[in-house]
């Protein structure tokens, strides 16, 4: 029986067999280690981030006693669902998560950021504000979208790529559809992340992204 620990564009936390690429966790424990299921928190701390699966040879045991580890189909759905890369063991990409994020920042004057770089916990927090916000962001057409975007369609995920829409699942990515005559869609990935993508930033793709 898997564990419910794979995180979903939508940010929900399910259950499935399929493996994912990547893991992370939302800044500590929300399971229970004895039974190995989630209690109702969805998140510990403001600090969601995006981890690789293997680092400096350390092992782990997946709902133990320690943080709730929890795992991604690839890089493109755990920035959907509000996480950003780690500093310790995804430094580069962190460095050029956040050197991207700047880039759109310094693009205006009036910015409170327009002349230095986020630091982490500022990030995390307007990445919180944004994935728990309950105001209706207003819809995006995927077209004007970068790369690396998810958005809704018919209740469905899709990620936006050279210009056509890629069907999510849990096991990777299924089906292409043109993206071009698509009107104003909901757009999962938090506004911060789509302007991080747009200034630069090249999120890693499940390998079924190249084969369809």
């Not at 006693?65 to 996480?83: I, K, Q």
Request: proline residues 6%.
């Amino acid at each position: 029986m898997p564990l419910q620990n794979r995180v979903t564009p939508f940010g929900e936390i399910v259950a499935t067999p399929a493996r994912g690429t990547f893991f992370g966790n939302r800044g500590g424990r929300i399971h229970d280690p004895a039974t190995k299921t989630l209690t109702r928190r969805r998140w510990a701390s403001r600090q969601w981030i995006i981890c690789v699966l293997e680092f400096k040879d350390r092992q782990r045991q997946v709902m133990g006693d320690s943080y709730t580890e929890l795992f991604f189909l690839d890089e493109v759905t755990a920035l959907a669902a509000g996480h950003r890369p780690c500093f310790e063991c995804r430094r580069a990409a962190a460095n050029a998560f956040f050197a991207a994020n700047h880039a759109f920042n310094a693009r205006y004057s009036g910015s409170m950021f327009a002349d230095r770089r986020l630091r982490a916990p500022e990030m995390d927090m307007i990445l919180h504000i944004e994935r728990t916000s309950t105001d209706e962001q207003m819809p995006l057409v995927p077209s004007e979208c970068p790369d690396g975007t998810m958005c809704e369609l018919d209740g469905e995920a899709w990620a936006v790529r050279d210009g056509r829409l890629l069907h999510w699942t849990p096991a990777g990515y299924d089906r292409v559809i043109p993206i071009k005559g698509i009107g104003g869609q909901r757009v999962l990935t938090p506004m911060t992340t789509l302007c991080t993508l747009q200034h630069g930033y090249e999120p890693t793709w499940h390998e079924s992204a190249d084969m369809i």
